[in-house]
Structures are given as structure tokens and as C-alpha cells.
């Protein structure tokens, strides 16, 4: 089984890319060749030297010919522009997120066309898709049946990408599943472009010593996962199968991965509990319009049954998250 991960060098790319090599097998299938592409530096796994493990360096539309020039079994598609970057530059959003996935949607395409495996793809979707309008304004809890009326650039890059494999998997050119993600914290390593990118310094800042600004008001409420329930998430959404009936997977709707729902104000006082008085005063209050515009109109809870019945539930609670955090970095960011 030959499995691509676009994005591998992200924080989830990575995190995937290192389950899939402990494991050695996905969906009871030995793992053959595992494809990491991204067009910056290669992942922690790969420089270990793991002989599964095949590289493929550069822009991705450029690169597929190479993605593609052996059969692709299972694509998880994490590459992506993140939300900031998205608002800043429309052109690079546009480009990173709508026209590449449709790329990487047609090469998988033309390998079935060709008489080659029918590609399963996860597309790492956002939350993003989501959000208030006046004129219908988000109930107090989103399913997958709820209208998503995103506020953002990036949100509605999302939300086209994930129509776009919808049809695709409708017309039978490949097998697409989306998982739309929480926010993921706490991300290890250097902050992000993303507007929701503070949610992981105001803990991992701390932590190390360092002083972090609070964008919002501490009263927001966000939804959040850690990286190792992301992870799972991921794995099992693109592992579930197809067809009517309990734990499996019919149609083609995207599948809400489990969300911790909790306030900025609760995050700190967390902080506080772990770290003590030092590090939670390091937290700085600096709101920023434009940051609270985006994050504020996500919604932060969510109807999770769906992926409850696929074996799927949310991080107990805020502190195991900061735990998890510690234990996995433990001496450094």
C-alpha cells in the first residue's frame, strides 16, 4: 500500500507521518511506501532514514507528476495555507488551497481513469466553514447538517474544496473523506500564520519562559483537540468504511472530528494550575479586531455524535491536553 501525505513537514503532517510508521499498516494493510511531499524542509521521520519512507520536495501542483508516477492507494491532503495568510493574501490562498487540491483531485482522477486504484483521499478540513450571518446566525450547536456560512478567505477555500471532493467521490473518480478539524492545541514549535495560532502560545510561551499576547477577549469560547486526538481523528475517518449501517461511513458529508469546548479564561487559569503564578503573567490581554473577527466566528460547540460512532471522543478536559503537552516536550518547545 503506497500512502501519500501532502503538508508532511506541518505539525499535524509530521505527527501523522510518524503514527503511520509506527503502525507499518493501515486499515489491516502493510504500508509499502510512505510519500511525503511539501515544499520545505523534510520531516523529523524522514531524516531518520525509515526505508519506507520516499520524499518528494517542491511546490505540490508541480510535483504530482512525481506523486503520481506509481500508484497512489490513500492521500491525506493536509497542505494547506492557514487562515491569516489567507485574509492577507487572496492570490496565495486561492492558490495554496483551491486550485491545488483541484489538482491533486484530478491527478488522483486520471490514475482511476487509467485503470489504476481508485485513491482514497482525506482532506483535512476547518471549522472555518462555519460561521454567524445575520441574516442566519449559528444555532447553539453545529452538526454537519448546519448551513456553513464562512467568514473568512480561508473558510471558504475549505468549504469549496470539500464540494469539490464530494463530487468527485459521486462520480466515482475517487473515494474522498473529510474531517473537519478543531483547533489543534498545543502545537509544538515555532507559531504559525494562523489567526488561531495564539491558542497554542499562550501555553507553550509560558512554558518555556517566554511572554505571549492574548489576541481576544478571555471570555471566547473556542473548540479544541489536542495533537494526539487530531491524529487519531485523522486516521480513522480515512480508515472508516464505506457503507449504510453502524460505524460506517455513508455518503459524503464531512465528519466533525470531537471538540473540547473551552474559554480563553479557562486556558490561562489551566496554565496557572500547571505552571504556577510565573508562567500564567506572562499571558498578556492585547485584543486585535482582526484576529477576534476570524476565531470569534467560529463556533466552539459542536454535535459530535457522528464521530462518536466511529469510536471518536474529545479530550476529557483542558488540563490532560496541557499535560499531554508537557509529557510530550518535556525540556523544551
Not at 230 to 237: D, F, N, P, S
Amino acid at each position: 500500500m503506497r500512502i501519500v501525505i501532502t503538508g508532511a513537514s506541518g505539525f499535524v503532517g509530521r505527527l501523522l507521518a510518524a503514527a503511520l510508521l509506527r503502525a507499518r499498516t493501515f486499515d489491516g494493510e502493510p504500508v509499502s511506501r510512505l510519500v511525503l511531499v511539501d515544499r520545505v524542509e523534510a520531516p523529523d521521520v524522514a531524516r531518520a532514514g525509515d526505508a519506507l519512507v520516499e520524499l518528494v520536495h517542491g511546490d505540490l501542483i508541480e510535483s504530482l507528476g512525481v506523486v503520481f508516477a506509481e500508484p497512489v492507494d490513500v492521500l491525506f491532503h493536509l497542505a494547506a495555507a492557514v487562515s491569516a495568510e489567507c485574509e492577507t493574501d487572496f492570490d496565495l490562498g486561492m492558490r495554496a488551497n483551491v486550485d491545488t487540491t483541484r489538482a491533486v483531485l484530478e491527478a488522483a482522477r486520471a490514475q482511476a481513469v487509467a485503470g489504476g486504484p481508485r485513491v482514497r483521499v482525506l482532506f483535512a478540513g476547518s471549522i472555518a466553514v462555519h460561521g454567524g450571518d445575520p441574516q442566519l446566525p449559528l444555532p447553539p450547536v453545529v452538526s454537519e447538517s448546519t448551513l456553513p456560512v464562512p467568514r473568512s478567505s480561508y473558510g471558504t477555500q475549505k468549504l469549496v474544496c470539500e464540494h469539490l471532493i464530494a463530487d468527485y467521490t459521486r462520480r466515482g473518480f475517487l473515494d474522498g473523506r473529510v474531517a473537519r478539524l478543531m483547533t489543534v492545541v498545543v502545537r509544538a514549535g515555532r507559531p504559525n500564520a494562523a489567526a488561531s495560532g495564539f491558542l497554542s502560545g499562550i501555553i507553550r510561551e509560558p512554558l518555556a519562559g517566554l511572554p505571549a499576547t492574548c489576541p481576544v477577549d478571555p471570555a471566547l469560547r473556542v473548540a479544541l483537540s489536542s495533537p494526539r486526538r487530531t491524529v487519531q481523528g485523522i486516521l480513522r475517518i480515512a480508515e472508516v468504511p464505506r457503507g449504510t449501517g453502524p460505524g460506517r461511513l455513508d455518503g459524503h458529508l464531512p465528519v466533525l472530528l470531537p471538540a473540547l469546548t473551552v474559554s480563553v479564561a479557562d486556558m490561562i487559569d489551566t496554565l496557572r494550575q500547571v505552571a504556577g503564578d510565573r508562567a500564567a503573567d506572562l499571558v498578556s490581554i492585547a485584543p486585535d479586531p482582526a484576529v477576534e473577527a476570524i476565531v470569534g466566528s467560529w463556533p466552539a460547540v459542536f454535535d459530535n455524535r457522528r464521530a462518536e460512532a466511529f469510536g471518536l471522543l474529545p479530550d476529557p478536559n483542558f488540563l490532560s491536553v496541557v499535560e499531554e503537552y508537557v509529557a510530550d516536550h518535556a525540556g523544551g518547545r
